[in-house]
């Protein structure tokens, strides 16, 4: 359970009023965490391409390696309790993490995702890394679309230990992927 310690005059939502919430008008995402409202800019022309490269990258992975897992894209959602939802760019769930799962809904995921744009860094890289964290995520890549670097942090028990980055030139391994190796160029280039 993620708990957001926040001023008693910040309203805070069910999930059941956050569903009736209507879209904003600009196409901002909405994401719930410990009841409070989160809003981030609409992704950008960048963060839609990096997010393609890595659709089209990691479903080859998982069928070159017979992977039974499933790469779930934007839209679809991490969401617990009554009070917390996410949706990353991207994550994975394994066959087997995903037997252990409510088929309803997604409450964890082995590998998570985050492009993070210049409007939303701050969020991706705190509140939104350490909520997955306490939802046990085992791997969560972020991709800073500016920096043209991957940070990739491994779970520790509920935190996230240090992240390991790589820079445009290098490559990105994975421990949820086993075998996984890519050119981190492959992302931002097209």
Do not use: C
Request: aromatic share 8%.
């Amino acid at each position: 359970m993620v708990w957001v310690n926040t001023s008693p005059l910040v309203k805070t939502y069910t999930l059941e009023e956050f569903w009736e919430l209507p879209e904003p008008p600009d196409h901002s995402k909405l994401e719930l965490i410990a009841g409070v409202l989160y809003m981030t800019p609409p992704p950008g022309y960048t963060h839609d391409n990096a997010v393609s490269r890595l659709i089209r990258l990691l479903s080859e992975y998982l069928i070159k390696s017979g992977d039974a897992g499933t790469l779930y894209v934007p839209r679809a959602a991490i969401w617990t309790s009554a009070n917390t939802y996410l949706e990353p760019d991207l994550f994975y769930v394994s066959a087997e993490t995903e037997a252990r799962l409510d088929p309803e809904h997604r409450t964890t995921a082995d590998l998570v995702i985050e492009v993070i744009s210049p409007g939303s860094a701050i969020y991706d890289r705190n509140t939104k890394a350490d909520t997955y964290a306490a939802l046990e995520v085992k791997e969560l890549w972020l991709v800073d679309e500016t920096a043209e670097t991957i940070e990739v942090r491994n779970q520790t028990g509920k935190a996230f230990g240090a992240g390991l980055i790589s820079k445009k030139d290098g490559k990105l391994s994975s421990v949820v992927l086993p075998n996984l190796l890519l050119d981190v160029r492959q992302i931002f280039e097209g």
